[in-house]
Structure formats: structure tokens, C-alpha cells
């Protein structure tokens, strides 16, 4: 502690000489001493609350009594405690003011240390707060804001400190200073992992029409604080009934492998209540549990944002499984459950009213048979509604309302029924196929998966162009000009755009293939402009179209932009350091990564094995068949380099 001089002004501001005030015990520390104080002060606010406003106090919990369970006395006078701090604190009185406005009042000037008088005048700006705690030093405590990620040092008085580094926690903050101050302490849960709780609170702050999960926690903190022991532990699949065993194994793995990835609790929840409703609806025959965890897992993908998002073809990897079958299940839930997919996404984006759209969200892709361009155009899932930062259920950044045209040239009736067509032309094949896409058409002009379907029997690249061309506008005209400009950056998430997202891209890929690369990088630029999460894989195409151009400045920042690990990002790096610097050391190190992800790559690159005339229908991470994908996509580029084979086969 600094040395004072004890006949000097006393550092407190009472105007009293040193060793008269605090220095009449050198070893007491103003900072404790107020900080002692604090505590004294909140006991104080609580007993004038009481003796003046018990009744109010009283009578506002036994209405929330009402809503919150309480099973136990002990648990009823925790609950009425901090109940009471929380009303004294946010809660307006018949007059407007707060209790802790009318102490402030009627107290504030009886407290003679200056210093404490101020803190108590910020008082009426506490905080709810839930977040993580990050470090804990004595009697303070270092935490993160859930929803902002601010970090902020608050102290706890005169309690000893149980919360732990890395853990969850829900409190109320007063200000102390440039710091704050826990009324009463934080309230621990080590158990629950923090994005869960973040996630469930923003999820229900969705539900119930807010704006901001911070304002949420503070209208709602006693339910909210009741509620949040139980997240995680919301289902009990050995308790769900169950029509057979085999449907509570692909329930179990299906929670296993999401736990595994970090998936939040609620999320996982909502998968395997799906699940269930899908398996009560249609009573299936598995003999591959695996192929419907996979399915659902891409399922809940298209729903609800995840932090790590895959494309079917990379589930189907992970799970072992054929990229055909997965899709093919996953098209027969989402059919099955599109009545209750529509309710949930409604409730994650906070639609008014949830748009019931075609169940079949993964429309079947146009191949032209071709070297050097991607084997097919795969969607790929939301990141969230984020990051993280997701948001559903998620933390992640919540759209905004949709905007549509109000100028509507199409019955609603006729919408529907173009709808219905659409989705019976995917289930069908030949002339029917065409024939209801045609229909569809003539009902609804502004049926986009009508034109990309009858594209399909074009017998030209070009002829196809121009009806992908008339998809586009006619997603433009569906959705209206504020709808982009609403919702740009998070289109992907919002099922109407995805027919207009799926004409845009295969006119992109039909241009690259007649060699218009201007213009289809334009559109693949465009496309990740609306939706940067990249659902549908636009990044590999992108990618192939800037070194098509020559442009690698471009296609190194894309490479950034979207870092994974995988072979194909792999010999993506390989290939621009030699393109632009040639064989290099760095070019030896990366090879050497790349072949270590997948070594049966260098086979084709090298000209050891030709590429078959399709590509396979499914490949696993390592083995050839994804070799046999990454080539027959990239290896026009790899021959532009003159002395590659040599190189290659040399190392």
C-alpha cells in the first residue's frame, strides 16, 4: 500500500486528516474498507426495501411463483431473495420509479464517504449479465459477456468465491467504478457448457419476439435462472417411446456423434425429436443405422446453424456411407417433417409466420459429363443462425424480418400448386418430370426450380443458359428487390431463396463451361456475397474460375477465407505456390501435407492412372475415389505447368 501522511487529507474524500479516518488503523486498506462497505450498503437497500415495499415485493413473486417450479422451502427462499434484489434493482414501482431510485433518494445523502456515495449513485444502471468466467484473483473475478464477448472485472464482497476459470454463470452487476460489482454473486453452473446456455437463452429471447438475448435476461432473469439447470438435460432417449429398438440406436449415435462436435444441447434435442416424430410417421427398415444419422445430422443442418457445417457428400464420408443414400433419406425426412421443419424455422428466424416451402430443399444437380469442372454441385449447411456465433436455438447473428414484394401477380392458390408440382417433378423421371415442371410454370411464372429443371433436356450448354437465366429473374421478381437488400449475407438460411440460389448456380457453372469466365465468376462472387457460409460449395468452383483467369491473388484469398483441412484445400495451396513461384521448398513442404491428407491424388496428376468417364457416386476422406473427384475437377491446371511431371515424379 502507498504511505501516507497522516496528517495529510485522508485518500476516502471524508475531509478529515489521514490519521483520524483510515489511518487510525494502518493496516486497514481503503480499498477493502469499501469494498466491506459495499456489502454493508447492498444489506442495507434490502432492508429498506422490505420495510417499505415488502408488499409489492411480495406480491410480484407470488405471481412468478406461479410460473417457475419451486419444490422445496429451501428452494423458495433462494428464490425469493434474489427475486427481491432483482425487482429493487429493474422493476418500475406504480410511479415509474425503482426502488433503488427511491433508496438513492432517500439514503444517499446519509453516507459520508464520498467515494461510496458515488458508486451508489451508478447504481441505477446494474446489469444482468451471463457469461464465462475467464480468471478469478482474490476477490475478483475476470468474465466474458455471452452476448457481446465483452470482458469486464467485477468484484465479489465478503463471499467466499467458488465459480471456477471456464465456467457458466448468470449474475447482476452493479457498477463500481470503472469496474462492477455482484448483487448479491455470480451463480455458477460448471456443468453446463456456456455456448449451450448462450444458445438456449438467445433461442428463447427468439421465441418470444425480442430483439436483444440482453434485454431477454434481464425482463426474465428468475425464469431464466430456474430454466438453465435443465439445459442439456432436456431429453431422456432411453425414456421416448420408441417403435422399435433400432430407432433408439440411431438416436443415441446421432446424440454421441453431435456431443462430439460440440454441438449445443438444444440443438441436438431438436434432432432427435425429429427423429422420433419421423419415425413415428413411417415405420422404416434399417439395416444401416448410420445412413440416417448422417441424413439427420445434415437434416438439423438446414435448420439450425452449426459451427461446423458439411455437405453431403462429406457426412456421407464421415459416416461411411453412399453420398446417393444419404441424400435420398435425407430428401424422404425432410418430406416427412416439412410441416414441422417450416414451425422450426419460424421459430429460429422469428417469422411472423413460417413459410411452408417444397420439402425437398436438395434439388437434384444438372452433370454435363466433363473434365476440369466440379463432378457435381452439392449444397452445403448454415454455419448460425453461428457463429457463432448461432444462431437456435443458436447464438449466431439473427436475420432481420423478410421482406417481400407486395406486388404479388400470382395467387397464392396458384403458389401452392406450382410448389406441390415442383416437388413431384423431383420425385419423378422422363416426360412426367418435365411435363409437371411445365405446369408449375404456367401456374407460376415465378417458379424457378421450374426452369432449372426443364434445363435438364436442353441439348445445348447454351439453350440451358438461357433458362437458368429465366430461373434467375424469376427468383428476383418471387423474392422482390428489399428481400436482397434485407437479407443479403444470409440467404442460404432462408428457405425461399433457394431455388433462385440454385438457378444462379448452375447458370454459373454452364457459363464457365463455354468458357465465359468473366461473367461466371461474377455470379459465383455474388452468390457468396448473399450467403458468405457457402452452403453450397461456390468456394471450389470459385476457386478453379480465378486460376482459370490467372487471378491468384484472388484465389489465395479465397484459399483464407475458407481454411480447411482436406486434400483438395491441400493441392489447391500446392498448386498456386508453384503457379506463382514455381518449385520451391515451400512447394516440397506442402506436397509433402498433401500427400499425408491423400497420396492417390499424385497418381492422376502424374498421368500413372486416367480418370474414369463419370466420377464415383461416393469417396471417402484419403482414399482414391476422392483423388478421382479432386482431379477430374482441377487437373486441367495442374497441366499448365511445364515440368510437373518430372518434379512430381521425383519426389
Not at 448479491?184 to 438456449?200: G, I, N, R, V
Not at 469466365?517 to 448473399?530: D, G, S
Not at 497418381?603 to 482431379?631: H, M, Q, S, W
Amino acid at each position: 500500500m502507498e504511505k501516507i501522511n497522516r496528517n495529510g487529507p485522508c485518500p476516502c474524500g471524508s475531509g478529515k486528516k489521514y490519521k483520524k479516518c483510515c489511518g487510525a488503523n494502518e493496516a486497514v486498506s481503503i480499498t477493502n474498507l469499501i469494498d466491506s462497505e459495499i456489502d454493508s450498503l447492498q444489506k442495507h437497500i434490502l432492508h429498506f426495501a422490505f420495510y417499505h415495499f415488502g408488499q409489492e415485493i411480495q406480491e410480484d413473486f407470488e405471481d412468478l411463483n406461479e410460473i417457475i417450479q419451486i419444490d422445496t422451502d429451501q428452494e423458495r427462499e433462494f428464490y425469493e431473495f434474489i427475486h427481491a434484489i432483482w425487482f429493487i434493482l429493474f422493476e418500475g414501482l406504480d410511479d415509474g420509479e425503482t426502488i433503488i431510485e427511491k433508496f438513492i433518494a432517500a439514503e444517499a445523502g446519509k453516507i459520508k464517504r464520498p467515494k461510496l456515495r458515488k458508486i451508489l449513485q451508478t447504481w441505477t444502471e446494474a446489469r444482468t449479465i451471463a457469461g464465462k468466467v475467464l480468471a478469478v484473483e482474490n476477490n475478483k473475478v475476470t468474465v466474458a459477456d455471452g452476448f457481446t464477448s465483452e470482458e469486464l472485472e467485477a468484484i465479489i464482497a465478503n463471499v467466499p468465491i467458488t465459480v471456477e476459470e471456464g465456467s457458466f454463470f448468470v449474475g447482476i452487476l452493479v457498477p463500481y467504478e470503472q469496474n462492477y460489482v455482484f448483487f448479491p454473486s455470480p451463480f455458477d453452473l460448471p456443468d453446463l457448457k456456456p455456448e449451450d446456455a448462450f444458445t438456449y437463452i438467445e433461442a428463447s429471447s427468439l421465441e418470444s419476439d425480442y430483439d436483444s438475448a440482453q434485454e431477454y435476461l434481464t425482463d426474465f432473469f428468475l425464469e431464466v435462472l430456474s430454466e438453465l439447470p435443465m439445459v442439456g438435460n432436456l431429453l431422456d432417449i432411453d425414456e421416448m417411446d420408441w417403435p422399435a429398438p433400432i430407432y433408439k440406436e440411431v438416436a443415441d449415435t446421432f446424440k454421441q456423434t453431435m456431443e462430439s462436435h460440440d454441438v449445443p444441447a438444444p440443438i441436438v434435442d431438436t434432432g432427435v425429436i425429429l427423429w422420433l416424430s419421423f419415425c413415428q410417421k413411417k415405420q422404416k427398415r434399417i439395416q444401416n443405422p448410420k445412413l440416417y444419422v448422417a441424413a439427420l445430422h445434415y437434416l438439423v443442418s438446414t435448420i439450425a446453424p452449426l459451427e461446423k457445417t458439411y455437405t453431403q457428400k462429406e457426412l456421407a464420408q464421415q459416416y461411411g456411407v453412399s453420398t446417393g443414400s444419404v441424400s435420398s433419406i435425407f430428401t424422404e425426412m425432410e418430406t416427412v417433417l416439412h410441416q414441422e421443419i417450416a414451425e422450426l424455422i419460424g421459430i429460429v428466424y422469428g417469422f411472423e409466420e413460417a413459410q411452408v416451402s417444397p420439402p425437398s430443399e436438395m434439388a437434384p444437380v444438372i452433370e454435363f459429363p466433363r473434365k476440369g469442372a466440379p463432378a457435381a454441385v452439392e449444397t452445403r449447411n448454415p454455419e448460425v443462425l453461428q457463429d457463432s456465433n448461432v444462431q437456435t436455438l443458436t447464438a449466431v447473428e439473427t436475420p432481420t424480418k423478410k421482406v417481400k414484394s407486395s406486388d404479388r401477380k400470382v395467387s397464392r392458390r396458384d403458389e401452392e400448386r406450382a410448389r406441390n408440382l415442383i416437388y413431384d417433378a423431383y420425385q419423378s423421371d422422363g416426360q412426367q418430370r418435365y411435363k409437371l415442371a411445365e405446369e408449375a410454370v404456367k401456374l407460376n411464372p415465378n417458379c424457378s426450380d421450374a426452369y432449372v429443371i426443364l434445363a435438364e433436356k436442353t441439348k445445348s450448354l447454351e439453350e440451358a443458359i438461357l433458362l437458368y437465366e429465366k430461373g434467375i429473374q424469376a427468383g428476383k421478381r418471387e423474392l422482390g428487390k428489399a428481400f436482397f437488400e434485407e437479407n443479403k449475407g444470409y440467404f442460404w438460411g432462408l428457405i425461399e431463396t433457394r431455388p433462385f440460389m440454385r438457378a444462379k448456380l448452375h447458370y454459373a457453372e454452364a457459363l464457365s463451361l463455354i468458357g465465359e469466365k468473366t461473367e461466371a465468376i461474377h455470379q459465383y462472387e455474388e452468390l457468396l456475397e448473399l450467403n458468405p457460409m457457402d452452403n453450397q460449395g461456390v468456394r471450389y468452383s470459385l476457386f478453379v474460375a480465378y486460376i482459370d483467369a490467372e487471378d491468384y491473388k484472388k484465389a489465395e484469398d479465397l484459399l483464407k477465407q475458407y481454411e480447411e483441412e482436406s486434400a483438395q484445400a491441400s493441392y489447391n495451396q500446392l498448386l498456386l505456390e508453384i503457379l506463382k513461384r514455381g518449385f520451391t521448398a515451400k512447394a516440397v513442404k506442402l506436397l509433402k501435407e498433401a500427400k499425408k491428407l491423400n497420396k492417390h491424388v499424385i497418381t492422376y496428376l502424374t498421368g500413372k492412372k486416367r480418370l474414369p468417364a463419370y466420377p464415383p457416386d461416393y469417396c471417402g476422406f484419403g482414399d482414391e475415389n476422392e483423388a478421382i473427384v479432386y482431379a477430374d475437377m482441377h487437373l486441367h491446371l495442374w497441366t499448365r505447368i511445364d515440368g510437373l511431371q518430372e518434379w512430381l515424379k521425383g519426389k
